[in-house]
């Protein structure tokens, strides 16, 4: 119920003025049927912006720490996760990505669309990272098809650290839907899981223009921290 009403009544009218996106490519998500809608991650706003345009109900895997944020802040961000349906994932350790692509199946089984940002975090810089494989492992077990999805212009409404976006106009571009199923019974082979993620993040290069690292992007975040130059406090006056 809180979901229709935040799309309907409360966010997504809203959204819709402010940002006007430009929507391409909405025929190619299914009718009825389970889906997966695999994405470029840009912004925050991400969250919002694809699901106010989509006409059917999208449940995306989230990561865990939007629901164990602390104090009244945290505890109302979770209650907003909850509330649209989206699914929490600890993306720590190679059991919690087994945890989520349960999860993911669940929802797929249920014959529901299912949104997911295989580079598995947002983008620091703007560019387009390497997919991670368990959207490929969802596609190939749940025979499903993947629409990929491209967010054009929310690094700039919202670039990582900006709490209140920028209003300016967005582009969400959907692709053809992808046919795995030449891919039946392999979802274990690492080989094939590697193919159908390349195939999807090149599918979502293909719409979004992005320039593309074939590294993870957590990775790249975690090098770049590292090689951060400390940060210098003034000195206190005695």
Do not use: W
């Amino acid at each position: 119920m809180f979901y229709y009403v935040l799309k309907y009544v409360l966010l997504g009218p809203v959204l819709r003025l402010l940002f006007r996106p430009r929507i391409e490519g909405l025929e190619h998500i299914p009718a009825d049927g389970a889906a997966i809608v695999a994405g470029n991650h840009l912004s925050f706003s991400d969250h919002f912006l694809m699901p106010a345009i989509i006409r059917r109900r999208i449940t995306f895997l989230a990561k865990a720490e939007y629901f164990t944020g602390p104090g009244v802040k945290g505890r109302l961000t979770a209650s907003f996760f909850r509330g649209v349906g989206q699914i929490p994932v600890d993306r720590s350790g190679k059991e919690a990505g087994k945890a989520a692509i349960r999860e993911g199946l669940g929802v797929l089984g249920k014959g529901e669309l299912l949104g997911i940002y295989p580079e598995g975090t947002r983008s620091h810089d703007g560019r387009l990272y390497k997919g991670k494989v368990g959207v490929a492992v969802m596609a190939i077990r749940g025979q499903v098809p993947v629409v990929p999805c491209a967010m054009v212009g929310t690094f700039e409404i919202q670039p990582p650290g900006q709490k209140i976006p920028n209003i300016r106009r967005v582009t969400i571009r959907f692709g053809e839907p992808l046919d795995f199923s030449r891919y039946a019974g392999l979802e274990n082979e690492k080989a094939a899981v590697r193919a159908v993620t390349d195939e999807i993040m090149y599918a979502i290069l293909g719409l979004s223009g992005q320039e593309y690292v074939d590294r993870y992007a957590a990775e790249v975040k975690a090098e770049e921290a590292q090689q951060a130059p400390p940060k210098r406090f003034p000195r206190l006056r005695r």
